[in-house]
């Protein structure tokens, strides 16, 4: 059973940066496709971005614009998402998902998830 584990959330002060972690494990065969949701406080779940085994990367509407960016280190089984210059907007709890199949920015695209890591930034 595949394992997410997210970290590195905390309080912020705007204009500030985070680094999230997600520690995958339990995988007979590495998910395909790993990707980074947020769920802000009365909002719904949206896509932030999208990283396949190989290391292409694809933005959802959730990344504002070259402010985050993601990565992942397989050696490490780890996936990060940069958050440069955050905002107040940028409150939210922050998952990680992984599915054996393409990316997308469609929660039930993905059959795991972490629990979640929050993140919230003051003005």
């Known amino acids: 059973q595949v394992q997410l584990v997210e970290s590195g959330g905390g309080s912020v002060q705007a204009g500030g940066s985070l680094r999230l972690s997600c520690l995958v494990s339990?995988?007979?065969?590495?998910?395909?496709?790993m990707a980074w949701f947020r769920q802000a406080p009365g909002k719904e779940r949206e896509g932030v971005a999208g990283?396949?085994?190989?290391?292409?990367?694809?933005y959802y509407a959730g990344s504002r614009k070259g402010r985050f960016t993601i990565s992942r280190d397989n050696a490490k089984s780890t996936m990060f998402l940069q958050m440069n210059s955050l905002q107040s907007e940028d409150t939210a709890m922050y998952y990680c998902?992984?599915?054996?199949?393409?990316?997308?920015?469609?929660?039930?695209?993905?059959?795991?998830w972490g629990q979640g890591t929050q993140v919230t930034v003051s003005s």
């Open positions: 998902a992984a599915t054996y199949s393409s990316c997308t920015a469609v929660q039930r695209g993905y059959e795991y």
């Open positions: 339990g995988y007979g065969y590495r998910p395909y496709c």
């Open positions: 990283i396949y085994s190989g290391g292409e990367t694809i």
